[in-house]
């Protein structure tokens, strides 16, 4: 957690670790189970190899999750989330609904001025 900063402030801390890009993306990836490095590149396609590494690393050392060895004949490592990464569930879910609250309002806000605009050009078209 040293790259989190040092804080006796937990909101502080939680904001800091779920603020770097990537973050709660790959989180909201996990909460449908253990995923290989693959998967979860293909689920995530616009970041990188380096950063979506990184960004693994950072949640593990964190401990919201770990790496797990499936048995033969998969015997292939996967990211799952811990029992403190499972504790945040409910502020994903929770945040995934505000977002798409967020992009309809900011959807219906750029209609509407779209629409205001298409109206004044035509009022002053005439």
Same mark, same amino acid.
Request: glycine content about 6%.
């Given at each position: 957690?040293?790259?989190w #900063?040092?804080? /006796? /402030? $937990?909101?502080?801390? *939680?904001?800091?670790?779920?603020?770097?890009? =990537?973050?709660?993306?790959?989180?909201?990836?996990?909460?449908?189970? $253990?995923?290989? +490095?693959? #998967?979860?590149?293909?689920?995530?396609?616009?970041?990188?190899? %380096?950063?979506?590494?990184?960004?693994?690393? /950072?949640?593990?050392?964190?401990? @919201?999750?770990?790496?797990?060895?499936?048995?033969?004949?998969? %015997?292939?490592?996967?990211?799952?989330?811990?029992?403190?990464?499972?504790?945040?569930?409910?502020?994903?879910?929770? @945040?995934?609904q =505000? *977002?798409?609250? +967020?992009? /309809?309002?900011?959807?219906?806000?750029?209609? *509407?001025?779209?629409? !205001?605009?298409?109206?004044?050009? !035509?009022?002053?078209? !005439?």
């Amino acid at each position: 957690m040293r790259r989190w #900063g040092h804080t /006796d /402030d $937990p909101l502080l801390m *939680a904001v800091g670790i779920l603020s770097a890009k =990537w973050i709660l993306r790959i989180m909201s990836v996990l909460t449908q189970g $253990p995923a290989r +490095f693959s #998967g979860s590149r293909a689920a995530i396609p616009a970041v990188s190899a %380096n950063i979506l590494t990184a960004r693994l690393r /950072d949640l593990e050392e964190a401990g @919201i999750i770990c790496k797990e060895m499936l048995p033969p004949p998969a %015997n292939c490592q996967v990211y799952a989330l811990t029992d403190l990464g499972e504790a945040a569930r409910p502020v994903l879910v929770a @945040i995934e609904q =505000w *977002a798409s609250c +967020f992009a /309809d309002a900011e959807y219906r806000r750029g209609q *509407a001025v779209k629409d !205001s605009g298409a109206a004044s050009h !035509s009022r002053s078209a !005439s």
